[in-house]
């Protein structure tokens, strides 16, 4: 069980789950939230054969096997330890003049990207990650037809320092009651441009980015992937669209083979160039009511953890990047031909 | 040399200091920016007798020393890897439509803490604690003169995980030509909130949580140490001041004594509940030119580093806080019996 509490310093709400933790105190050092202790593969909850393990699957990608049985591509489960769910309600509360709070109503799910306990998504074929892909979208355009979500973030933890706490790869989403902050901030950036220019601001940036050229990544017919002019962290690359869309549920779902192949390269190079480093991927798409307009472009941002976001960072919302996306983007091309091998050798 | 660079779907500024680390290639896995191995005590630089291994100092508190000698209780030098310098100039220069940059001009020092390597600042006696604190004011209203600067973050790294790449314990500040916008977000809203009701949203804060009591970490005659009805992480502490003032420069240097009480009892009861966790401190106050207005209230924020932020943090700006701040709060006070004993152990 879970509540919402209403930051009236930042207009932004906070989502309190303790039941992801056991005490207070057992937060000692630097415990990731709901950590089990590292599994073995044989007792992993995510490996087939364990699927009595987990909750039972609200979706899977299956040839003829049985719901909740081996057999599955793709698997879809609620999260055990779920930061918010779907039995809570949205009603508002007053506890006096400044402070609100809320039930923890969303949906938290976790999607297994595929039955092989140590196969990162970049070393998965370009199906298994198309597959991948169409599942978030099938979870994304499912979960919001539940007028209650506001909006739903697709992302991905990869390795510790990112924040996961079980090695199997999986991808994860919640779906949240309110529209975060951050996202309504970028949607008015974004709607000033419109209002002033008649143009998509993320679309510019693409057009921008393209005839720079220098932070350029890698880039198909369909996307084009870069370390953006204002990157915050070293090797932060996002992956646009050449297609304006909002939302990424409304993306045309045969688009998304030529995102899994762009995807695959991108995440080759910086497993290659930086020794698999930890990095979070998220999925940035317009909130609920937003999803066919013209100021928004859809996109995935993939953020390396290399450094460690300290005082400043926390206390201004500022970055500072050691790394200009220039050098980063160079660094990760010229290793094209170490990806290369690297792929080979697989 | 570092520049800043406008990032345009955020409306902020992201600072580039390539020379805060050496290759981009050099980032691998989790190194700290500008991390320098752990040195011991004999070679670090912010020891007495070390002096000559940093750059000349700005500012000492020191009886009859010479400068940039032995003999100092609290020693300001800038630092050797700044993120932002005075030379640097604030002249926007735009790179097409959307991207802009500037100089990196700012400032960038280190408040060495007191002379002792191995003293963390919870340890230290409460004088020390009010001499670092009258420190950072003193620079804080000497770097405000300076025009160009539009306001000072003043913070402090606890430990490896909350970023920190020096043990010997220290404090430093970042004067920034530019108001980040977690700053301007934070004073709309407290602008928003005196134009409704003609009062200070943190004082109404503050008044709330002294109602509540359930927060309530300690308190004394001046101040009020408690975790916030929204915190965004576990055993986040904010310290409020109950008397009115936007600008932390403005303080009466009086009033400083009292937090350099309040905190030393706040840093030992989080030291002796959570093990010496990581923590990032943070001094909020109003950027130029609105020192002196009625609706913002300078504070210290405590961000303990017990959870790792991850992918749905990251994408929404969102927080999973696992421990309830009432939780936090009683945990902590309880403690109080073993923080006396520990205390009166040193």
Known sequence: MSILRYDPTSNDWVIFAPSRTRRPYELKKTDSPG???????????????????TPPEVFAMRDHSTPNAAGWRVRV?????????????????????????????????VIIESPRHNTMLAEQPVEQIDAVLRTMQLRFNDLMRDTRFQTIVLFKNHGEAAGTSLQ?????????PVVPQLLRLKHRIATDYFDQTGR?????????????????????DRYAAFAPYASHVPFEIWILPRTHRASFGLVEPAHLRPLAELLKTVLLKLHAGLEN???????????????????FLWHLQIMPRLTTPAGFELGSGMSINTVLPEDAASYLRDGAAATDALTAAR
């Open 35 to 53: 950590a089990d202790s590292r599994l073995a593969e044989r007792s992993c909850p995510f490996c087939p054969g364990n699927e009595h393990l």
């Open 277 to 295: 480093p930890a990095f979070n991927l998220t999925v940035h798409t317009a909130p609920r009511g937003d999803e066919d307009k013209e100021y």
């Open 168 to 176: 199997h790869p999986h991808c994860q989403l919640i779906a949240t």
């Open 200 to 220: 998509c601001l993320y679309c510019v940036l693409l057009h921008e980015e393209l005839a720079a050229g220098t932070r350029i990544v890698a880039e198909n």
């Open 77 to 109: 489960i609620p999260n055990k330890f779920p930061a918010l769910t779907i039995e809570e309600e949205t009603h508002r509360t007053d506890d006096g003049p400044i402070f609100r709070h809320m039930g923890g109503c969303g949906a938290h799910e």
